[in-house]
Structures are given as C-alpha cells and as structure tokens.
C-alpha cells in the first residue's frame, strides 16, 4: 500500500508513458501494492490519476559517457489543488492502519521517501533518444529509465509542522511522535526528485555509439503534463547543435507553439530550455516534443571578437596561491563576443602543463586558473562551438602576485606582514577585517616591499575573522581576495554597573515595602546583544525594562517572604553576550522594614512578641491579600 502511495507521488515528477512508441497510455494498471502488498508494480501511471500541479521544473544533466544522467525535479503544488493531492494519496492507503481517514500523516510522508525510489525505478521517464537521421513516431526509442539505487526524494510542507489543525496519529500502531493534519488544508506543497548524494546519476540508457558525435533525434511525450519547464544540458561535444524541432500533435505539426531555445554554456555543454504544457480537457490527443541535433557546422558562422573590456595583450592574471585551483574571475564572460558561446582557451607550455597548469570556465563563465607554480605564461583565445577562433591571440601570465609572511591579532587589530612577488614592481591594496556581514575599517597602502599592515577589529564580533581587500598594479587585472588566516578575535566579558541614590543605596524601595527597584547600565566593548538575568531567593527572572545601554528591573520580595529567608537579601545580576562571555554582580539589599515593632496593641509585648516582631509586621488582612497577589508574579515590571 505505502509503494503505491509512492509511485503515485513521484508520478507528478515523471508521469509515465510508453516512449517506444511515443503515445500516451493513460489507463492505470492493476497493482498488489492495492491490496497492502509492498511489491508494488509502480508501471502504467500517470500524474492525472492523483495529481494537480501548478508547475513542474526538470533538469537533466547528461554525463560524459552518454550513458548516464543526473535528473532532479520539483513540482509546486498550490491552494486547493494541495488539498486535492493530500486526499488522493491518503485514499492510497486504503486497508493500512491509519490510512484513508480523510488525515495526511508524518508515517506517510516518511513512507514516500523511504519506499518512492523503488516505485520510480519501475517508471518511465517520458524521455527516448534514437542516433541516426530524423525520427518521428512509432520507432524503436532508446527510452532513458531510472536507476532505484541513485534516486532520492523528498518533499516540502506535506504535512505541515505546528499546523493548527495538527493532532497526533490516531492510530495505535502509528509511530512515536507521529502527527497528522486533515487532507483538506491549503497549505502550499512541493515534491522533489533528486540524485542521491554520493551518486552520479539516477537515469541511463544504451550509450549512443558515437557518444553525440553524430545526428540525433531526442522525443519527449508531454500529454496530460499541463505547465512545465524542460531544462536539458548535454557534455561537451564540438560542433552540437540542434538541426530541427518541433511539436506534433496526434501526428500534425504545431508551428504556433514557443520552440525550445539552445545556448552553448561557457564550458562548452549545450543547454536547451523547453517550456511543454497540454491543454486542459485536449485528452485523449497525445503530444509529442521531437529536437533533431546534429555536429555538422552551420552554412555561416561568424568568428568571435575580443570585447573592448578584455584584458589586453601582456596582462597579469593575478592568483592567490602557487598550487591547486583558484576563482581568477567572474567577469570573463564579458571578454569575447560571438553568437554561438564561446569559450577561454589558454595553451601553456608543454613543461607549464606537465607542471599542472591549466584554466577553465564553468557554466557561469567564471574563469578558474589551475597553478603549477609561481607564474605561467599562456596564449589565449576565444573559441566558439563550432571551433572557429578569435583572430587575435593575447599573452597572459597567471601568478601569485601577494605573498604573507605573518598575521596576528594583537590587541584590538590585525597586523600583516606582506609584500609583492616579482610579477609586479608595486601593488595598491585596500584591505579591511571581515565577518560575514560586519566589516571593519578599511586601509589603503601601497607596498614595494616588505610592509605591515594594521587592521582595526572595531565593528567585528568575537569569533573568526577574515581579511577582504583588493590589490591593484599597472598591467594587472584587479585581485580581489578574502583571505582565511585563522584569525581569531578574543571575546571581551560585558561590564555591569549599578546606580546608587542620594543615601548611597542601591535599591528604591516601594512603599508597600514588597518590591524594590534596581537600574543601572550594561556595555559590551564588542558591541553584541546582552542578556541580563537576576537572582533572589532562589529564584530567577529576565524581565529587565532596557533601553539602550541603561536598564531597569521591579523585584518582588514575596518569594523570600514564602521561603523564610530574612534581610538582607543576596542579589546575583549575570550579564551575557552572544558570544557567551559573562560578567556576574553581587549585592547585597537591606529591607528598611526589617525589625519594626506592631505598636497596634495596647504597648506590651512579652519576648515572644518581640522575637516574632524582628523580621517583619504581622500582615493585615490586606497586606497579606497583597503578598498572595505579589507571590503569583513575584518579579514585575515597574508600572508606568
């Protein structure tokens, strides 16, 4: 039962068709898993049997084997439409224990994730490629199917947490902890299909023989699939590029329907866009998406151009390490123009390349420089997909250009000692300390040769604390850095202080003599947030009117009065910042009532009246209707 629950979950992700022939199938197919049986034949579904969506994203990535593919999935699911959804996979559950009740529960949502791999294993994926000149129709598809062991799912707000109609399973054999909310909620849901982590794919099919290098027909069957986004990416492969599309419905060429677009990514991968929809109540039509590709160059092809914002002929490329990978750029994509993609290729020397140097650009065209040393210098040019090159090749030399000798934090500052490597004769640094969003202020210096930076860590907060600047030359592309040193700002404890009045007290008693006030001020030389909490009796209470840097609390002596416990009273006030640095006061306050005598009667006490009378008057009837008032929030805010 809980499979089927699955397979009709993941059905909204890749709702399933038959690609051999391309037609729609839409007649559910006969499953033990109705009958509670866990070997659930997930096959002959279609999200129209269970699902409303309002949107649905797929991307898939095709791996270099051409063999293999990473897909991921999400499908919005909104208003209404979600009560609709929630309703039909609780009557999934139908002879379950808890199921069918007209309640979506956690044990449910935990049985999509936990079992839906399997289910979609057993899918479609709506999706065929055939190598070969352009097909159409009923032939043979090379179908791309899922691969159970690669495949995660999940889900967001399924079963909304603290919902207001959210009750406890009513099953007895539900799990601890399980809760449930009325299938009829609204609240906006989303279903995710995703590739395991630690794996490469969750899709495959036979690899194409000539692994995209020759003309090829991909078909995707979108009938009953109402508002959706394809987003296909395929390896790098010279010269890809789509020959011929088209939308057929039962068979008839649509030629007002928006054709997928193509761009060539600056790695070099091909991505196409395809928005697909059906028109709703068009079943039983069936719609097919059919792209031809093909690596054959177009009749015209215009060469790519250096923009006027590339680094001209000579320049330095500045990097911030001798060895490994580094980000160079993220304005490369503005270097060259051409209408077919382009990409950055730098051909070092043999004995560079033995040494590992090398660049690249990834899909967002930033550029990443591999070093294998100090300094290298490469030739470079814009290539397009089709090979054609820029006409003119520029020398650039990659290197370090910032050397640290030392940084430490001594006092409240960063001090650094860096200087210039050879690639340039001086560098204008502007640098400052940094922390996630706080900043410290900056410094402008120019160094030649061996030179100290100081750092001011005024504005930054206790905790690790990096250095952000930017280093510029004549000849030299902008080197913009953050540099992680293990620096390390110490935390300083907040300070409290305590006012006094005129008499030198520290507490401004009431005049019912039940409650006294305290004020003061708290600094944090940091500057972070400061919890304050206080001590009386054994008992705490936070509830300390601040304003700005002073604060303010009314304490009751009510639960010292229940406790027994006699004047003066022990006060403990504990300051904490965020960085958990703590600063604890003591005092000491005296109850001026402390010893008074109740001269009420007739003026004769005998050692007994007088004993009982040291501590405190007897109460009245009011005074004790008070305590018993006091006691019940034995802390307060003063009262305006």
């Not at 090398?358 to 089709?386: I, K, P």
């Given at each position: 039962m809980i499979p089927v629950l699955v397979m009709l979950l993941l059905s909204i992700l890749m709702p399933s068709i038959e690609t051999s022939t391309l037609e729609n199938e839409d007649q559910p197919q006969?499953?033990?898993?109705?009958?509670?049986?866990?070997?659930?034949?997930?096959?002959?579904?279609?999200?129209?049997?269970?699902?409303?969506y309002d949107f649905a994203l797929f991307n898939l990535d095709i791996n270099d084997d051409w063999a293999t593919g990473a897909m991921e999935a999400q499908a919005w699911v909104n208003g209404s439409k979600s009560a609709v959804v929630r309703d039909n996979l609780d009557g999934l559950f139908e002879g379950v224990p808890g199921g069918d009740d007209d309640w979506m529960s956690t044990d449910e949502r935990e049985a999509?994730?936990?079992?839906?791999?399997?289910?979609?294993?057993?899918?479609?994926?709506?999706?065929?490629?055939?190598?070969?000149?352009?097909?159409?129709?009923?032939?043979?598809?090379?179908?791309?199917?899922?691969?159970?062991?690669?495949?995660?799912?999940?889900?967001?707000?399924?079963?909304?947490?603290?919902?207001?109609?959210?009750?406890?399973?009513s099953s007895a054999l539900s799990d601890p902890g399980c809760k449930e909310v009325p299938v009829t909620i609204t609240d906006d849901l989303e279903i995710h299909l995703l590739t395991k982590e630690g794996e490469n794919n969750n899709v495959r099919f036979d690899q194409l023989p000539n692994q995209g290098s020759s003309n090829f027909t991909l078909a995707m069957?979108?009938?009953?699939?109402?508002?959706?986004?394809?987003?296909?990416?395929?390896?790098?492969?010279?010269?890809?590029?789509?020959?011929?599309?088209?939308?057929?419905?039962?068979?008839?060429?649509?030629?007002?329907?928006?054709?997928?677009?193509?761009?060539?990514?600056?790695?070099?991968?091909?991505?196409?866009?395809?928005?697909?929809?059906?028109?709703?109540?068009?079943?039983?039509?069936?719609?097919?998406?059919?792209?031809?590709?093909?690596?054959?160059?177009?009749?015209t092809n215009e060469v790519p151009v250096w923009s006027s914002t590339a680094p001209p002929e000579g320049t330095i490329i500045p990097l911030g390490v001798s060895s490994g990978e580094e980000l160079a750029s993220t304005q490369t994509g503005m270097w060259v123009v051409d209408e077919s993609g382009w990409n950055l290729r730098?051909?070092?020397?043999?004995?560079?390349?033995?040494?590992?140097?090398?660049?690249?650009?990834?899909?967002?065209?930033?550029?990443?420089?591999?070093?294998?040393?100090?300094?290298?210098?490469?030739?470079?040019?814009?290539?397009?997909?089709?090979?054609?090159?820029?006409?003119?090749h520029r020398n650039y030399t990659f290197g370090k250009v910032l050397t640290i000798v030392v940084a430490t934090v001594v006092d409240d500052e960063i001090r650094i000692t860096w200087f210039p490597t050879n690639l340039v004769d001086s560098l204008t640094v502007t640098a400052h300390a940094h922390q996630d969003t706080r900043m410290g202020p900056s410094v402008t210096q120019i160094i030649e040769s061996t030179n100290q930076f100081n750092l001011s860590?005024?504005?930054?907060?206790?905790?690790?604390?990096?250095?952000?600047?930017?280093?510029?030359?004549?000849?030299?592309?902008?080197?913009?850095?953050?540099?992680?040193?293990?620096?390390?700002?110490?935390?300083?404890?907040?300070?409290?202080?305590?006012?006094?009045?005129?008499?030198?007290e520290e507490a401004e008693w009431n005049l019912d003599g039940l409650k006294f006030t305290l004020s003061g001020n708290v600094i944090d030389p940091d500057g972070q947030e400061v919890t304050l909490m206080l001590w009386i009796c054994d008992g705490t209470t936070t509830n300390f009117d601040r304003q700005n840097l002073a604060w303010e609390i009314q304490v009751s002596i009510a639960n010292c009065i229940q406790n027994d416990v006699q004047s003066p009273y022990d006060i403990i006030i504990k300051a904490t910042d965020e960085s958990g640095g703590e600063t604890t006061r003591l005092l000491q306050v005296i109850d001026p009532n402390a010893g008074a005598v109740d001269n009420s009667g007739d003026g004769d006490s005998d050692d007994d009246d007088d004993e009982s009378s040291g501590i405190l008057p007897a109460p009245g009837l009011i005074a004790t209707l008070l305590i018993g008032l006091v006691a019940a929030g034995w802390v307060s805010r003063r009262q305006d």
């Open positions: 006969a499953t033990s898993g109705r009958q509670g049986s866990l070997d659930v034949d997930c096959s002959g579904y279609t999200f129209e049997d269970l699902f409303e999509v994730r936990s079992i839906g791999p399997k289910c979609i294993a057993d899918m479609e994926t709506r999706l065929g490629i055939r190598e070969g000149i352009a097909h159409r129709g009923s032939v043979d598809w090379n179908d791309l199917e899922f691969v159970e062991d690669g495949i995660a799912l999940d889900e967001v707000n399924l079963v909304p947490s603290g919902h207001a109609q959210e009750r406890s399973c069957n979108i009938t009953n699939i109402t508002d959706a986004r394809l987003v296909l990416t395929f390896p790098v492969e010279q010269g890809l590029r789509i020959a011929d599309l088209g939308f057929y419905d039962d068979g008839v060429l649509q030629d007002e329907l928006a054709a997928p677009v193509s761009e060539f990514l600056p790695d070099g991968r091909l991505r196409i866009v395809a928005d697909v929809d059906y028109p709703l109540g068009s079943y039983p039509m069936v719609r097919n998406m059919f792209i031809d590709f093909t690596t054959q160059a177009p009749f730098c051909n070092f020397t043999s004995a560079d390349e033995a040494n590992g140097w090398s660049v690249r650009m990834d899909e967002d065209a930033n550029l990443f420089v591999t070093a294998g040393g100090t300094s290298a210098t490469a030739q470079c040019a814009g290539v397009d997909a089709y090979g054609a090159e820029t006409v003119e860590l005024t504005g930054i907060s206790p905790g690790e604390v990096m250095v952000k600047g930017t280093a510029t030359s004549q000849g030299m592309e902008d080197f913009n850095f953050m540099l992680d040193l293990d620096l390390i700002k110490a935390n300083t404890p907040p300070t409290i202080s305590i006012e006094t009045n005129l008499q030198g």
